[in-house]
Nanobody, 117 residues
Framework: QVQLVESGGGLVQPGGSLRLSCAAS????????MGWYRQAPGKQRELVAS???????NSVDSVKGRFTISRDNAKNTVFLQMASLKTEDTAVYYC???????????WGQGTQVTVSS
């Protein structure tokens, strides 16, 4: 069983920065993809960014150049550095592990990010 614990959300002004962290416990395979999703009120959950163990990243166009995903494989931790935050980034952010060989997704409890003046 995999457990994910997120931290780092909060309230920030437009243009500000936040760093989210997610620590995974349990059995983590080298093929697992770690990532962040977000869900704004009234909207579907969407992928923000993902990263493989080898460091290959993928991100949604709306955050390119502003958000950076990174991963500490030794600590099974994934980070999302968010800069130049916009009000439209306001959402609950969820940590995710996708087990590629089974298609299983594991989720954190979510952390609220609010961008507001």
């Amino acid at each position: 069983q995999v457990q994910l614990v997120e931290s780092g959300g909060g309230l920030v002004q437009p243009g500000g920065s936040l760093r989210l962290s997610c620590a995974a416990s349990g059995v983590i395979f080298s093929s697992d993809v770690m990532g962040w999703y977000r869900q704004a009120p009234g909207k579907q959950r969407e992928l923000v960014a993902s990263i493989t163990k080898s460091g290959i990243t993928n991100s949604v166009d709306s955050v390119k150049g502003r958000f950076t995903i990174s991963r500490d494989n030794a600590k099974n931790t994934v980070f999302l550095q968010m800069a130049s935050l916009k009000t439209e980034d306001t959402a609950v952010y969820y940590c995710n592990i996708r087990r590629t060989f089974t298609g299983t997704n594991y989720w954190g409890q979510g952390t609220q990010v609010t961008v507001s003046s």
